[in-house]
């Protein structure tokens, strides 16, 4: 047999006997007061004084029963006073009523709910702070309680003893006197009204989510999509169930498989991203143009659980602008080819007025010349008024001729003939002082370009003398790589680049926009600086013939 079952078994009958001893000193000691000495005289002397000391064995052992049952006691009144707090403050109103409704007991949750003293309760009746609309209500919910005997609930309406009503969820349980068999209904009441409000902006909100036209969608952390409203399912193809803790990246197409991370990445560092435009798959493998809205979710403690994404199908506006694209291109194409058959029209024009015109003009003025030697007539006044006259139209109609189309533009190229310009234009007409740098470098140019460069300076040039109000104008032509650049510059008043329409100009030529965008369709550009009161510079850049 095992030592230990041995140990026990000996202990208790060491206790056994303990007891059954203990049990004869306690029947002893219950005699004594009867028969006293006669027992007492019966005794040895040794078995008296066993005796003895048995009794004050006994007495001790009474004495430390009696200490703990007072420790009992007292653990039990502190833990009757806990469950009392516990009754009175936990945020739950507990009521007992009988079977008339009549208050038989309440908490101080319970008052505090009401608006009224916990004494004044008593024996007022539970319906008198029931809503009218909600009594049927009620007691039905309390004949239910008893017939079922099991707890019940029942959300209706109660009012404060102040007029003010609350939604209030009770939970019921009916339960028998044992002294009167006449039943009890002990119930919780908790004020769900907050909860109520709550659930309802719950619900509003989700009605919203559900009925919005762009498609919103939850997701974790681990890009794992945790909701999928009606409007995800209607662009994406997919249904909820479907997608439902699936990872997004099966809406990415397969050659963009950094995009997820890259934005996941921004989430985490709580950055929102606003009208981010990617491009998503559908169930079908069709391929669509998204703009997505994305913010981080927040926990109650301000970390971040998950993300937002706000996506709108983007699809037809991107094919309406890509249609406006290439209609656009069309009408530079067509800008373009009316500009060049435009200043065709002008050479022609020159031309003829050049070699017929003013070359008649010319042989004409000679002819007089000999006419008037000839038949002697030199100094005479009506010669040399005519001579006058064919002199100035000569010069008129050149003056027309360089208008019209820059003879020099073809002969001598761009920088001869913006140099002409210039001169004629800037200093001679309107005295404005002039300098003119060129590199030396050849700059062989289409004519298409070199025709809009010098109509654009041209433009430049009259914008100066409008609205500048300059003292000095300087251009510098010059070959950068396989581009040819011109910058024009200014002291004038300047302008404010951000805060000026270019799409419009007061003179009626090119206008800035339209000087940007005729070089950004031959392959230039066009750069703009300028500040009120400091001047303007603009920068012309146009590539060379290949």
């Not at 000569?394 to 001729?401: A, C, L, Q, V």
Request: charged letters at 30%; proline letters at 2%; hydrophobic letters at 40%.
């Amino acid at each position: 047999m095992d030592i230990n079952v041995r140990l026990e078994k000996k202990d208790m009958e060491h206790t056994q006997v303990r007891h059954q001893r203990s049990n004869e000193l306690r029947h002893c000691a219950q005699r004594l007061p009867e028969q006293g000495t006669a027992i007492i005289g019966k005794m040895s002397a040794d078995e008296v004084v066993r005796l003895i000391e048995e009794l004050h064995a006994s007495q001790g052992e009474l004495l430390r029963q009696n200490a703990e049952l007072s420790r009992i006691q007292a653990e039990l009144e502190e833990s009757r006073d806990k469950l009392s707090d516990l009754y009175d403050f936990v945020p739950v109103g507990y009521f007992t009523f009988d079977q008339d409704y009549l208050i038989t007991d309440a908490n101080h949750t319970a008052a505090d709910l009401l608006g009224v003293d916990r004494d004044a309760l008593v024996a007022t009746a539970f319906t008198d702070f029931v809503a009218p609309a909600f009594k049927d209500v009620f007691v039905h919910h309390c004949a239910r309680s008893v017939e079922k005997r099991t707890i019940q609930t029942c959300p209706l309406k109660l009012v404060k003893d102040n007029g003010c009503e609350f939604y209030a969820q009770l939970d019921s349980l009916a339960v028998r006197d044992d002294k009167n068999g006449r039943w009890r209904i002990r119930i919780s009441v908790t004020d769900v009204t907050e909860r109520r409000r709550v659930i309802a902006e719950v619900t509003r909100l989700a009605a919203i989510v559900e009925s919005s036209d762009d498609a919103i969608i939850g997701k974790d952390l681990d890009n794992r999509i945790t909701s999928w409203n009606r409007a995800a399912e209607r662009i994406y193809g997919y249904s909820a169930d479907e997608v439902r803790g699936k990872s997004i990246s099966i809406l990415l197409p397969p050659d963009d498989p950094d995009g997820v991370a890259t934005i996941l990445d921004n989430l985490k560092r709580g950055e929102r991203i606003d009208h981010f435009e990617a491009v998503h798959t559908t169930r079908e493998g069709r391929r669509i143009h998204i703009s997505l809205t994305i913010s981080p979710i927040q926990d109650t403690e301000g970390n971040i659980v998950g993300a937002s994404t706000i996506a709108r199908d983007i699809t037809e506006r991107k094919v309406a602008e890509k249609a406006m694209l290439e209609y656009q291109q069309r009408l530079r194409t067509q800008a373009s080819q009316l500009s060049l058959a435009e200043e065709r029209e002008r050479r022609r024009i020159a031309t003829e007025l050049h070699d017929n015109i003013i070359q008649g003009l010319a042989l004409s003025m000679i002819k007089l010349d000999l006419l008037r030697e000839s038949s002697g007539l030199a100094g005479n006044a009506l010669f040399d008024e005519v001579t006058e006259t064919l002199g100035q139209a000569i010069d008129d109609m050149r003056n027309m001729t360089f208008d019209i189309s820059s003879p020099t533009l073809y002969k001598l190229g761009l920088s001869a003939a913006v140099d002409e310009l210039a001169d004629d234009l800037i200093c001679r007409q309107h005295s404005i002082d002039y300098e003119f740098y060129d590199d030396q470098q050849k700059k062989p140019l289409d004519d298409d370009v070199a025709v809009l460069l010098f109509q654009s300076i041209r433009e430049l040039f009259v914008n100066v003398i409008k609205h500048a109000e300059a003292h000095k104008v300087s251009v510098c032509i010059e070959r950068i790589g396989e581009s040819v650049c011109t910058i024009v510059s200014d002291d004038g008043v300047g302008f404010d680049v951000d805060h000026t329409d270019l799409t419009m100009h007061r003179t009626g030529g090119f206008g800035l926009f339209n000087i940007r965008e005729r070089l950004d369709y031959i392959g230039g550009s066009m750069e703009i600086q300028s500040l009120p009161g400091q001047g303007s510079t603009f920068v012309l850049i146009a590539p060379l013939k290949k």
